[in-house]
């Protein structure tokens, strides 16, 4: 019973998983296209299913703890641990399935991690714009005294939206 349990519970959390997956792949389609709103309702989806994920996550451990004792292995045996001890005795569904989830969850962080650069860049890339626009204000021509055009600087500052 434990066993069918922990892969209901892997299957649960790798669908999680793969519903993060697909929102991140969202997520650098509309960095890409630089979609503000469209980026914002994908923030709000990942954090829906990050809260979703910690809400599961529990229940996946309990599930692993409870059998990797009627295993005779320690409480805190992993996943990987679990599935290698079950396989050795014939059942290899369980190992297929920590396959399953360990690759979804790498692909979930390897997409991340490109959103992440991509966020970086794109971040750098306005930053330096504004300081570029911030100087051109800054030497604005004033028409003088002597009727000619003087450059001199104007005092404007750029506020930071996030400030």
């Known amino acids: 019973m434990e066993l069918k349990t922990v892969i209901d519970e892997i299957a649960v ?3 999680l998983l793969n519903e993060l997956l697909q929102v991140f792949e969202r997520e650098t389609a509309e ?5 503000i709103a469209a980026m914002n309702a994908s923030n709000q989806a990942k954090e829906e299913l990050i809260a979703r994920i910690s809400a599961h996550t529990p229940h996946l451990k309990r599930a692993i703890s409870e059998l990797a004792a009627r295993e005779g292995l320690p409480a805190t ?3 990987g641990t679990l599935a290698e001890h079950v396989s050795k005795k014939g059942n290899k569904q369980l190992l297929a399935k920590q396959q399953e989830i360990r690759l ?3 692909r979930v962080q ?3 991690a490109l959103n992440r650069e991509i966020a970086e860049n794109f971040s750098a890339s306005v ?3 504004l300081g570029l626009i911030t100087r051109l204000i800054n030497q604005s021509n004033v028409y003088g005294a002597s009727g000619g055009y003087q450059q001199r600087t104007a005092g404007a500052v750029m506020i930071n939206r996030e400030a």
Do not use: F, K, R, W
């Not at 960095?31 to 979609?35: A, E, F, Q, R, T």
């Open 13 to 15: 959390h790798t669908g």
């Open 31 to 35: 960095m890409g296209d630089v979609n």
């Open 77 to 79: 045996a992993s996943l």
């Open 104 to 106: 979804a969850a790498e």
């Open 110 to 112: 390897q997409v991340a």
């Open 127 to 129: 930053t330096t714009s």
